[in-house]
Each structure stands twice: as structure tokens, then as C-alpha cells.
């Protein structure tokens, strides 16, 4: 299996434009986790999905951000507009379960100018 | 206070030593992880717990549930060992991440 698969690795773009970070989870893994991570914050869970469905939003920051999952092999995230704030890596990550170990795919860093 | 703290924040040690970081927290949890972060910024889930103890290599973990208490040891410590190790608690259906505790391991 190739692992969680995120795209773009790194984004570069000015402020105000539109966002989308695209994540493969590990087939069959009913669960799939967005996070961001940055240096003042560390690793913060935005928002899960199980089965297609998101059960948790909360720690989404603000409307600017939303996240889909359209089938079981794909999701993303999207910021509009983006702000010069956002800029951090952000971490897609599956698991089978809820309880169970979550593998992460390589981030995509962003930065926002 | 926050409710999964590390100890130490930074750790620096000889190659060959023994490496101990504490992860305590303040909830119930239903598992804690220890995770991995390299200098490259991948994240490598190491072990998930919910009780006793976990190895797999060089690395051990260890979990007293009554003390709310988390052990991660590295024996035979290496340069490659040199990331970020993070501790994570789960916690009614939601992960509540530790700030990690840099590691550097010199030759």
C-alpha cells in the first residue's frame, strides 16, 4: 500500500486566493483526520470524517475553511480566502477505527504571502 | 495546565545512551499514542496503548493507566533517533496532542 497521499507537498500562494489540499487515505480505512500544525500551536485536529461522513468539526478555525469527502479514496480541504495566518502544514491522516493507530501522509506545507 | 504534558521539551544525549520521555495527562483516556516527527516533518505512528507495555525494536512503551502516566524509552540510542516525539491521548472520541519533546542524538 502506498500510504496516505497528500497533494500538493508544498503551496505557495498570495493572500485572498482560494486553497484546496487533496488527501488518498489507505484503502479501506473508514476514518480520515485533517490536522495543522504549526509552531505556536502544534498539531491541532480540524476536523474527522467516518465513512464519508464528518462527525467532528470543531476544531475547524473559522467558515473560510471546509473539508469534503466525496467517496471512501478521497478528501479535501479547502481555504477561501486565505489569509497569511494559515500558513502551516497540514496533515491528512487514516485509520480503521477510532481507536486505532492513525498513519499519517507527508503534509502539505503551505504558505501564504 | 494543560491536560498532556511532556517532559523533557528538549533532550540532547550521547549516541549509545538510554532515552526515557514522560508523557503524563489529566484525562480519561481510552489509548495514547506516541508518534514520531523527523527534522523532514513526516509523522510515523510508533505505538498505541491502552494498558501495560508495547516494543518493537529499540523502542518501548509503557502505560500505568492508575498514575496517568506514558513512558517512551529508546535503548542503544542512535543519530537517526534525533525527531520529535509526540504523545497524544484519546480522549471521548477526540486526540488531545502533547507539545512534543525534541530529541538529538550526537555521534
Known amino acids: 500500500d502506498a500510504g496516505v497521499i497528500q497533494s500538493p507537498r508544498h503551496e505557495v500562494t498570495e493572500m485572498g486566493q482560494e486553497v484546496t489540499l487533496r488527501c488518498k487515505p489507505i484503502?479501506?480505512?473508514?476514518?480520515l483526520f485533517w490536522y495543522r500544525q504549526t509552531m505556536m500551536r502544534g498539531l491541532e485536529l480540524l476536523i474527522y470524517?467516518?465513512?464519508?461522513?464528518?462527525?467532528?468539526d470543531s476544531g475547524m478555525p473559522e467558515d473560510r475553511f471546509s473539508a469534503k469527502m466525496p467517496n471512501a479514496s478521497f478528501s479535501t480541504l479547502k481555504i477561501q480566502p486565505s489569509e497569511p495566518r494559515d500558513s502551516a502544514v497540514y496533515f491528512c491522516?487514516?485509520?480503521?477505527?477510532?481507536?486505532?493507530?492513525?498513519?499519517f501522509g507527508p503534509g502539505t506545507r503551505l504558505t501564504v504571502l | 495546565k494543560n491536560e498532556v504534558e511532556q517532559s523533557p521539551q528538549n533532550l540532547t544525549a550521547q549516541e549509545g545512551e538510554f532515552i526515557t520521555i514522560n508523557c503524563s495527562y489529566s484525562v480519561g483516556i481510552s489509548a495514547l499514542h506516541w508518534l514520531q516527527q523527523h527534522p523532514g516533518g513526516g509523522i510515523v505512528s510508533l505505538f498505541m496503548l491502552s494498558s501495560g507495555k508495547k516494543k518493537h525494536g529499540r523502542l518501548i512503551a509503557t502505560i500505568n493507566i492508575q498514575e496517568k502516566h506514558s513512558s517512551l524509552h529508546i535503548t542503544a540510542s542512535h543519530p537517526r533517533d534525533s525527531a520529535v516525539y509526540i504523545c497524544a491521548v484519546r480522549s471521548n472520541y477526540q486526540l488531545i496532542w502533547g507539545a512534543g519533546t525534541k530529541l538529538i542524538i550526537k555521534p
Open positions: 470524517f467516518n465513512n464519508n461522513v464528518p462527525i467532528d
Open positions: 484503502s479501506g480505512h473508514d476514518y
Open positions: 491522516a487514516s485509520s480503521i477505527g477510532p481507536y486505532n493507530e492513525q498513519f
